[in-house]
C-alpha cells in the first residue's frame, strides 16, 4: 500500500471521528447552554435574532441571541450573518475575520419587518471592523456609539483593506460632541496604518444624520498621513458614494480624500457645519481632497452652515486633479456654491465645474464674498487648468458681493483657465471679482437691483458692460440682458423640474460656444442639467440648460 492511500485512508477515519464526535458534543448541549456553532463551510449561514429567549449555535433553528457572541467567532470568506428584521441588539456589533476576493462575508437581514438595529450604546463605535477587508453590509439600523456609529480602520502598514460594501444603512445618534472637523463620525471608514490604504469602497443608499459627531460619511482612503521629504502619500483606489444622504450633523456632510478614482452620485446633504463651537478647518457640504480623477454629479446639497469659512455645498478642495462636478444642485447655504482650490505648494491641475443650478447661496453676509463661484488659492497653491462652464446662477446673498469670485487665486502651467458659457441672474449689483488670467466669454449677466451691476478684474471696476468688454477684452461673446429663465429665483428643495430652463425668446438660445474647441482632452460632456442631449457641432446654449 502507497503511502498516499496510507494517508488518504487515515485522513478519512479521522474525519470520521471527528464528525461523530462533534455529533456526540452538540447532542448533549444544555437547552441553556451556548452550543458549538455548525462545522464551518464556504457557504455557511449563521443567524443573530436578539429576541431569542435563548442563546443558540448560530443556526436559524437555534441563533445566537446577543452581539457577544458574534463577536467572539471568526467568519470565514463566503460566510453570512443574518439579523433577524424586527428586532434590536443591544452592544457594539464587532465580527472578527476577513472574506476574500470574489467570496465576501456578508451580513444581512432576514424575516419581515423593521430593518434590525444595533445600538452601540457607550461603545466607541456600534458597528466596527478592524484590519479586516471583503465584507458587504447591508440593511441594518445601526445607533449610537460615540464617537462613531459605523467605524472601518486599521493600523497595519502599508497594507490594503479592499472591497467595504454598505449598503442600505441607517446610521444615526452617536454621542460624541465634535470640536473639530474628522474628530468624529456616524460612518468613517479611515485607515491609521503609515502607508494602508482602502481600495474598492461602496457606501449605497446609507443615511447618516442627527448627531452632534463631525462628519456625516468620511471615505479616507490614505490613511495616517506619511507624506515629506519627497515621499508621496499613499492613496486608495475606487471609491463611490451613491444614492445616500447626510444631514443635521456637526462637520461635513460627505466627504472623500486621499484617493484615485471617486464618484460622488445622486447624494443629498443638508444641515451640515452645525457645530457651534469648534475649532480649526471649515466644513462644506459634499465634497472631495486630494482626490485624482474624481466625479462629483447629481447631488443636492443645501443649507449648509460652518464656524469659520467655506459653508458651501460642493468643493473641488486642494491636491486635486482631474475633477468633474457636474450636473449638480447647491442651494441656500451660508457660503458658496462651488469652489475650485489650490494650496499646499503645489498645483490642482484640470478641475471642470459644468452644468450644475446653484441658486440663494452666500446667506451669511460674511461669507457671501465668497460667492457662488469661489475659485481660490493660498500657501503657495496654484490653479493649473480650471474650466467653468455652462452653469446657471441666481446670486442672491445676504449681503453684495460677485456671483464669481476669483480676485484672489494664482495660476500656472498652461491648461485652459476659463468661465464661459455661463448664466448670472442677481439680485445685487456684483457680477465677477476676478484677475485677467482668467479668461471669460459667451457669458450672460444680468441684474435685478436698481444699482449698476460691477465687473471687477484686477484693479479696475467697471459699472457698464460694455466698458467692461472694452477695458479688459473680456466677454467678446457675452450679453448684459434678462437671460428669460423659467423661475429664476427658484431654490426650493428638490432637482428644479423646470425652473432656470430657457423661456422662448431668450437671449442664451444658441448663443453658447463650443468652449473646448481646439483643446485637446477637453470635452462639452453628453447631457446637461436636466439631461437633456448636447447638440452635435454647434448649436450650445448659454447655461445649464440644452433642451428645445
Known amino acids: 500500500m502507497s503511502f498516499l492511500v496510507q494517508n488518504v485512508l487515515v485522513r478519512g477515519l479521522t474525519s470520521a471521528w471527528a464528525l461523530l464526535l462533534f455529533s456526540f458534543l452538540h447532542a448533549c448541549s444544555g437547552p441553556g447552554s451556548a452550543s458549538v456553532p455548525p462545522v464551518q463551510g464556504s457557504a455557511t449561514t449563521y443567524y443573530l435574532d436578539c429576541s431569542a429567549s435563548q442563546n443558540g449555535n448560530g443556526t436559524q433553528a437555534s441563533p445566537w441571541n446577543s452581539v457577544a457572541s458574534v463577536n467572539a467567532f471568526t467568519f470565514l470568506p463566503g460566510n453570512q450573518l443574518l439579523l433577524n428584521r424586527g428586532t434590536a441588539c443591544n452592544g457594539a456589533l464587532a465580527p472578527q475575520g476577513s472574506g476574500a476576493a470574489n467570496n465576501s462575508i456578508v451580513i444581512n437581514a432576514y424575516g419581515t419587518g423593521a430593518q434590525p438595529v444595533i445600538n452601540g450604546g457607550s461603545a466607541a463605535a456600534a458597528l466596527k471592523l478592524f484590519n479586516q477587508q471583503y465584507w458587504e453590509i447591508n440593511n441594518l439600523e445601526i445607533v449610537g456609539g460615540t464617537l462613531y456609529g459605523v467605524y472601518v480602520s486599521g493600523n497595519t502598514p502599508n497594507a490594503s483593506i479592499n472591497h467595504i460594501y454598505l449598503r442600505n444603512l441607517n446610521v444615526h445618534g452617536a454621542t460624541y460632541t465634535s470640536t473639530k472637523r474628522v474628530d468624529s463620525g456616524e460612518v468613517f471608514l479611515s485607515a491609521n496604518g503609515a502607508g494602508q490604504v482602502f481600495n474598492d469602497v461602496l457606501v449605497d443608499g446609507v443615511t447618516a444624520y442627527n448627531s452632534h459627531v463631525s462628519e456625516g460619511i468620511l471615505v479616507n482612503a490614505g490613511g495616517a498621513w506619511i507624506e515629506g521629504n519627497g515621499v508621496s502619500q499613499p492613496l486608495g483606489s475606487n471609491v463611490t458614494v451613491q444614492n445616500s444622504s447626510a444631514h443635521d450633523i456637526y462637520g461635513d456632510g460627505i466627504l472623500i480624500t486621499e484617493l484615485n478614482n471617486g464618484l460622488l452620485q445622486a447624494n443629498v446633504v443638508y444641515n451640515s457645519g452645525l457645530c457651534p463651537n469648534c475649532t ?88 457671501s464674498k465668497q460667492g457662488e463661484i469661489y475659485v481660490y488659492t493660498w500657501n503657495q497653491g496654484s490653479l493649473n487648468g480650471v474650466q467653468i462652464y455652462n452653469n446657471t446662477i441666481y446670486w442672491n446673498p445676504a449681503s453684495n458681493a460677485a456671483a464669481l469670485s476669483a480676485g484672489s487665486a494664482t495660476y500656472s502651467g498652461s491648461d485652459p483657465l476659463f468661465f464661459k458659457n455661463n448664466i448670472i441672474y442677481a439680485t445685487v449689483p456684483g457680477m465677477i471679482q476676478t484677475t485677467s488670467g482668467l479668461v471669460l466669454d459667451n457669458n450672460i449677466y444680468w441684474t435685478t437691483s436698481a444699482s449698476p451691476p460691477t465687473w471687477q478684474v484686477d484693479a479696475a471696476t467697471y459699472t457698464s458692460f460694455n466698458a467692461y468688454q472694452a477695458g479688459v477684452n473680456q466677454d467678446i461673446h457675452g450679453y448684459y440682458a434678462d437671460p428669460m429663465l423659467n423661475s429664476p429665483n427658484y431654490h426650493a428643495v428638490g432637482k428644479p423640474p423646470s425652473a432656470f430652463q430657457l423661456l422662448s425668446g431668450s437671449p442664451a438660445v444658441g448663443a453658447g460656444a463650443n468652449v473646448c474647441s481646439g483643446i485637446s482632452g477637453c470635452s462639452m460632456g453628453g447631457q446637461d442639467f436636466w439631461g437633456n442631449a448636447l447638440p452635435v457641432g454647434s448649436g450650445y446654449n448659454i447655461g445649464a440648460y440644452q433642451g428645445p
Not at 447631488?299 to 452652515?305: G, M, R
Not at 478642495?317 to 450636473?327: E, M
Open 280 to 367: 480649526g478647518s471649515t466644513p462644506v457640504g459634499l465634497w472631495e481632497w486630494y482626490c485624482h480623477t474624481c466625479t462629483v454629479q447629481n447631488n443636492e446639497s443645501y443649507a449648509n452652515q460652518s464656524w469659520g469659512g467655506d459653508g458651501g455645498d460642493f468643493d473641488i478642495d486642494y491636491y486635486n486633479n482631474n475633477n468633474v462636478v457636474q450636473y449638480n444642485y447647491g442651494h441656500d447655504s451660508a457660503g458658496y456654491c462651488v469652489a475650485v482650490f489650490g494650496s499646499g505648494g503645489r498645483a490642482s491641475v484640470d478641475n471642470v465645474v459644468r452644468y450644475n443650478v446653484c441658486s440663494n447661496n452666500g446667506q451669511r453676509s460674511d461669507l
